[in-house]
């Protein structure tokens, strides 16, 4: 299973991106998404995340300015990020919970990362 974002740029503060994850593979169940974000010299942290259900969780950083969400027929999970902060400014990487039929088993996986510049 391969995880690819895209989406990421260079924009002004308050402007807005969509970055999305699209999954690819053969024979597998996605359950559970995450955006995470790692600045220079800072850890990698949770933006924000997505059970298979539905149920969302947000940093509270990002709380009513992102919005992640999920096309589970396209296999690819979003954020919108609206109001962008330069403090946004990151490596933004999605995370997944996948279970694979080939050996039954859940795993996770880490997305390459998309760069998100955000100038003042």
């Known amino acids: 299973v391969h995880l690819v974002e895209s989406g990421g740029g260079l924009v002004q503060a308050g402007d807005s991106l969509r970055l999305s994850c699209a999954a690819s593979g053969s024979s597998f169940t996605i359950f559970d998404m995450g955006w995470y974000r790692q600045a220079p010299g800072k850890q990698r942290e949770l933006v924000a995340s997505?059970?298979?259900?539905?149920?969302?969780n947000y940093a509270d950083s990002v709380k009513g300015r992102f919005t992640i969400s999920r096309d589970k027929a396209k296999k690819t999970t979003y954020l919108q990020m609206n109001s962008l902060k330069p403090e946004d400014t990151a490596v933004y990487y999605c995370?997944?919970?996948?279970?694979?039929?080939?050996?039954?088993?859940?795993?996770?996986?880490w997305g390459q990362g998309t760069q998100v510049t955000v100038s003042s």
């Open positions: 997505i059970t298979s259900g539905g149920t969302t």
């Open positions: 995370n997944g919970n996948i279970y694979t039929d080939y050996d039954m088993r859940a795993h996770n996986y």
